[in-house]
């Protein structure tokens, strides 16, 4: 059983930064698809950002060009880098994994394709 543990959230004033971590214990293996993702309360559960083993990436229209989404295989780490932060992006941060499966580039940002989840990381951007 992998487990996934989020890190690094916290209070920022907007156009701010924050980096998120994803530490993954256990039986992690490749190929994989990794992802962030995000909530409200009340609201659906967002892909934000996904990277496949191959080093691939992809991004909400939402987010492009502000955030970067990285992972270090050796530290079994998974980043999120948020940089020009919005108070838009408050919610609470969800990482998650697809072990053994390459995702196609249509479905890496839905939530019902990832079957590893940590318990989220909360961010909260003022204005």
């Known amino acids: 059983q992998v487990q996934l543990v989020e890190s690094g959230g916290g209070s920022v004033q907007a156009g701010g930064s924050l980096r998120l971590s994803c530490a993954a214990s256990?039986?992690?293996?490749?190929?994989?698809?990794v992802a962030w993702f995000r909530q409200v309360p009340g609201k659906e559960r967002e892909g934000v950002a996904a990277?496949?083993?191959?080093?691939?990436?992809t991004y909400a229209e939402s987010v492009k060009g502000r955030f970067t989404i990285s992972r270090d295989n050796a530290k079994n780490t998974l980043y999120l880098q948020m940089n020009s932060l919005k108070p838009e992006d408050s919610a609470m941060y969800y990482c998650a994994a697809a072990w053994g499966r390459v995702l196609f580039v249509t479905v890496r940002l839905r939530r019902e394709h990832y079957n590893s989840w940590g318990q989220g990381t909360q961010v909260a951007v003022s204005s």
């Open positions: 990277i496949i083993s191959d080093g691939s990436t």
């Open positions: 256990g039986n992690t293996y490749s190929p994989y698809s």
